[in-house]
């Protein structure tokens, strides 16, 4: 019977866990939500003729244009804002999937995916675009696994066909105040 009520009380550990990890997930939402609202990211061409600042989905904020760069012509003015668009949107992109994958653990690699995606498209690699990203950008931590108070417990066995744990918990409990 002390087996058996340990058992249950270990079930019950597992389940407060899960729940808790699930309620701390959703706290971090609002914050994640916050910071995807706020998301803003800016290139400018390499003779700084052309700046984009882009905001949350790559949309485009914000596009300044120097006299130097309005002078260079038509072609050389759309080579360049095409150039710093893509840039600027690959940035937010990248800065989005940093934000999502903080708050939500790196379960689904979304920022190794737009890495990829990104280093495809552009031809350029990954190693290039990951040097982009923000410096100091934690990584959030999965501690969905360990235990804090002691150590897992070894894997129990399939339950035995017939009543529960639970119920023969109940039952002698109820058979011995007779």
Do not use: Y
């Amino acid at each position: 019977m002390p087996g058996e009520f340990e058992q249950l009380v270990a079930e019950f550990e597992r389940f407060q866990a899960g729940v808790r990890n699930a309620d701390d997930r959703f706290t971090g939402l609002g914050a994640m939500q916050q910071q995807l609202t706020e998301l803003r990211a800016s290139a400018a061409s390499p003779d700084g003729g052309v700046t984009v600042v882009t905001g949350p989905g790559g949309a485009v904020l914000d596009v300044k244009f120097t006299e130097a760069a309005l002078a260079k012509g038509p072609h050389a003015l759309s080579a360049a804002l095409l150039a710093t668009l893509r840039e600027a949107v690959g940035e937010a992109a990248r800065r989005q999937a940093v934000i999502v994958e903080e708050a939500m653990g790196d379960d689904l690699g979304l920022v190794d995916q737009v890495l990829e995606t990104q280093a495809v498209a552009f031809g350029t690699t990954v190693e290039e675009l990951r040097s982009k990203l923000p410096d100091g950008t934690p990584q959030a931590e999965d501690f969905s696994e360990q235990r804090v108070l002691r150590p897992a417990d070894p894997p129990t066995a399939p339950p035995a066909p017939g009543p529960s744990a639970g119920d023969r918990f109940l039952r002698t409990l109820f058979d011995e105040e007779d």
